[in-house]
Antibody, heavy 121, light 107 residues
């Protein structure tokens, strides 16, 4: 069974940094792209960032480009999101999500339960 | 970034109704579009990938189609468990982008 477990969320002041982690199991981690998707309270889904199976292609939403960095450690079956210069509007649930394409882009087919990030003074 | 314009933002339907939700892409995205269902307090669930392919375990009353840059999710006969919010997501290129969502409510 595919499992994605996020951690690292919490309350942080504007301008500070936070690192999210996602531990994956139940599938061949190094074959799949992985993404971060967020959802502000009561709002819609926003794709934040994605990384290919071998880390050779990274992507970011315009709203986070230059402030967030995605990375992965295939040996540890883990995905990370380093978030810096955090803003109030970065508040939301952050989901780790697996792509369905084997060593290729496709739709997201599995999601974690999310970790809440609150940016507030 | 590619813009995905989803409509309507909300929709009221009765059990047994046929409903249609549309996403329009601001540029060519091939067939690289998926549809998701999200219920309150839950993670989204993939329904359709590559425009029209049904994800495993998803009822056949869900279907997807496209005409140019217009993509459509159809529920042929809405069931009580289908009342939820639906999103499209283009995965043609980075950054991937979601539609704004459609909340399907009981009439």
């Amino acid at each position: 069974e595919v499992q994605l477990v996020e951690s690292g969320g919490g309350l942080v002041q504007p301008g500070r940094s936070l690192r999210l982690s996602c531990a994956a199991s139940g599938f061949k981690f190094d074959d799949f792209a992985i993404h971060w998707v967020r959802q502000a309270p009561g709002k819609g889904l926003e794709w934040v960032s994605g990384i290919t199976w071998n880390s050779d292609d990274l992507g970011y939403a315009d709203s986070v480009k230059g402030r967030f960095t995605i990375s992965r450690d295939n040996a540890k079956h883990s995905l990370y999101l380093h978030m810096s210069s955090l803003r109030v509007e970065d508040t939301g649930f952050y989901y780790c999500a697996k792509d369905r394409g084997i060593r290729d882009w496709d739709s997201i087919d599995c999601w974690g339960q999310g970790t809440m990030v609150t940016v507030s003074s | 970034a590619i813009q995905m314009t989803q409509s309507p933002s909300s929709l009221s339907a009765s059990v047994g109704d046929r409903v249609t939700i549309t996403c329009r892409a601001s540029q060519y995205i091939r067939a690289d579009l998926g549809w998701y269902q999200q219920k309150p307090g839950k993670a989204p669930k993939l329904l359709i990938y590559a425009t029209s392919s049904l994800q495993g375990g998803v009822p056949s009353r869900f279907s997807g189609s496209a005409s140019g840059t217009d993509f459509t999710l159809t529920i042929s006969s809405v069931q009580p468990e289908d009342f939820a919010t639906y999103y499209c997501l283009q995965d043609y290129n980075y950054p991937h982008t979601f539609g704004q969502g459609t909340k399907l409510e009981i009439k």
